[in-house]
């Protein structure tokens, strides 16, 4: 079990008159390999968590274990953590701050103690797998587009070769285009590479999507965490807390309503359509024996 949170609990404004408490109790377990979704309302917790994840933020009370060891012993080594445990945060411009791409994504490496050759080599991979063309490599990062300033946010935290990729909101302002390529990007690589990644989103439509695992986070604390079927069967508690299930949900259980036999735990589009296929099929055939 690659991160382990036991009775984590995070206050701001620790007594004083604005105290709120941001994470009450939470435990989780997160396993090599997952792809794991976080979903909440503003100020529901999530990004505070993801924060303790990399030791950006130390808890109040409570563990966090990275591989056996508690991250907060005296003898751990945070830096290192910070290493394995890679964070891209929800505006890439908090992390891009130096004159040229290449420059940019070389900074981690180079951190990590790297030769500049090493930490070029490094830079050029990262710069390739997220598919950012060469011909941008010596330009400033602030002359990108949103969706290109993301895949350069991204190379900076995969060139330090992260054994756990954390991503807050990474499509936030793009359009539809631009957020399928940098998920199936992330997809790709948690394909390929086998990394921990856990995705932080408002769109129930990306979580259905591409994650194997949801985690709802409700005034602080784990409300479900769960397979997304299993999460989004509770639509009606989600809605509660200003949450949804994708759109799909509604669509299923409106023609489940009128009649056709649909999958009402369809959760992407391609689900819905062969649970629609099959359910419309059915009914030729019936009109087929009627006829007979």
Do not use: W
């Not at 954390?166 to 399928?180: N, S, Y």
């Amino acid at each position: 079990m690659s991160i382990i949170l036991d009775k984590v609990n995070y206050v701001y404004s620790e007594e004083t008159a604005y105290q709120i408490q941001a994470l009450k109790d939470v435990s989780l377990e997160i396993g090599d390999g997952q792809f794991i979704g976080v979903i909440g309302h503003t100020g529901s917790g999530k990004s505070t968590l993801i924060q303790h994840l990399n030791g950006l933020i130390k808890a109040t009370s409570g563990s966090i274990y990275f591989h056996g060891q508690d991250i907060y012993d005296d003898d751990f080594d945070l830096r290192e953590l910070r290493n394995r445990v890679g964070l891209v945060f929800q505006y890439p411009e908090h992390q891009l701050f130096e004159t040229t791409i290449f420059d940019d994504v070389c900074f981690g490496p180079k951190n990590q103690g790297l030769s500049k050759e090493e930490a070029g080599l490094r830079a050029f991979e990262a710069l390739r797998n997220v598919g950012l063309p060469e011909e941008l490599y010596y330009q400033s990062p602030f002359d990108l587009s949103g969706g290109q300033k993301r895949r350069v946010a991204i190379a900076g935290v995969l060139a330090m070769k992260p054994e756990v990729l954390i991503l807050d909101e990474p499509t936030a302002g793009l359009d539809p285009a631009g957020r399928d390529e940098i998920l199936d990007l992330v997809a790709r690589m948690h394909r390929e590479r086998g990394i921990t990644v856990i995705l932080v989103s408002h769109s129930m439509e990306d979580v259905a999507k591409y994650v194997e695992r949801i985690i709802v986070m409700n005034q602080g604390q784990v409300m479900f965490d769960d397979a997304p079927k299993e999460v989004f069967r509770h639509y009606k508690e989600l809605e509660a807390i200003g949450l949804a299930a994708p759109q799909v949900t509604y669509l299923m259980h409106e023609l489940k309503e009128r009649g056709l036999n649909v999958d009402t735990d369809a959760t992407t589009v391609a689900e819905a359509r062969a649970s629609l296929m099959q359910a419309l099929t059915g009914i030729d055939s019936g009109r087929m024996d009627i006829h007979r």
